[in-house]
């Protein structure tokens, strides 16, 4: 059988933005308006998506994606989420092509470290060089509107969040509108983000199960699941590219 994989900036190739969302949706489950939303924003810079296309007799499909987005937190920083392969390909490599692929983009752009959480694939990660590590929050492109200071106070506030994980720079906000694929904000001028501690969450109802997997591991994570302890937030440092 002739098969012919080909990895691909998607901003680059709309034309697999359906395929995309649809291979995402199947794990994710997000209207489909609002995905393409937030793949939409994929550029040169961050946030991208990467995807994977597998063209095997012929026949063309998205079989694999990630997105690099910026992070705020540590130095030269940026954090992959959304990563996915197609289920019946699984366990062929494909995975680890797709982070090799996100971790290659993001070193060309001068990212020295990746981090990103995980609520059930510490050993996959770690399988691929990732160790624990303090989490970093993910403003996307809202952190050109805050001054530094503010970003300063936002990733020290929240370190006492997330009392079981090593020692913390930052913790996850609630998600940025222009990452995670919510609506688009009636006016994205009107950005607003207060630094005091937010209200308790309500209690969980008890459960001896690890919470289900949610978008891209990200942020969602922390408010559907309402207890950071039970991501488990990674990173890695980077290759540097070596200039020919
Ligand atoms: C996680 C995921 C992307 C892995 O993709 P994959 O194509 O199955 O992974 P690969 O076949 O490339 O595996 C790469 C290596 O990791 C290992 N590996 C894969 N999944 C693993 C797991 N759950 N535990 C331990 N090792 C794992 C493989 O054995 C392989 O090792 P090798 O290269 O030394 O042979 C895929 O399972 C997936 O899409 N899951 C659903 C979405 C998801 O959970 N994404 C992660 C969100 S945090």
């Known amino acids: 059988m002739e098969s012919n994989l080909q990895v691909l900036l998607l901003h680059n190739q709309e034309k697999y933005l359906d395929g995309t969302a649809d291979l995402i949706n199947t794990y994710w489950s997000r209207s489909k308006a609002a995905r393409l939303w937030t793949l939409e924003k994929s550029c040169d810079k961050l946030p991208c998506s990467i995807i994977l296309v597998l063209t095997e007799n012929g026949k063309e499909e998205v079989i694999g994606h990630s997105r690099v987005v910026e992070a705020q937190g540590a130095d030269n920083a940026c954090y992959v989420e959304t990563v996915v392969v197609k289920s019946d390909l699984r366990g062929r ?91 688009p904000h009636p006016n994205p001028n009107d950005f607003t983000i207060t630094t005091a501690a937010p209200p ?45």
């Open 93 to 183: 490599g494909f995975g680890r092509r797709l982070m090799e692929e996100s971790e290659k983009f993001a070193s060309c752009k001068g990212y020295k470290q990746m981090f990103l959480n995980t609520i059930d694939k510490e050993k996959f990660y770690s399988h691929l060089g990732y160790t624990e590590s303090h989490p970093v929050i993910t403003l996307g492109a809202n952190a050109s509107k805050l001054p530094q200071h503010m970003i300063d106070k936002l990733t020290q506030t929240t370190t006492r969040c997330t009392p079981s994980l090593p020692p913390p720079t930052a913790t996850a906000l609630p998600p940025p509108s222009n990452t995670v694929g919510a609506p």
């Open 200 to 244: 308790p969450p309500p209690p969980l109802p008890p459960t001896s199960k690890k919470c289900q997997p949610t978008e891209g591991c990200n942020t969602h994570v922390m408010e559907l699941c309402c207890d950071p302890s039970k991501v488990t937030w990674m990173r890695k440092d980077l290759i540097p590219k070596v200039s020919s």
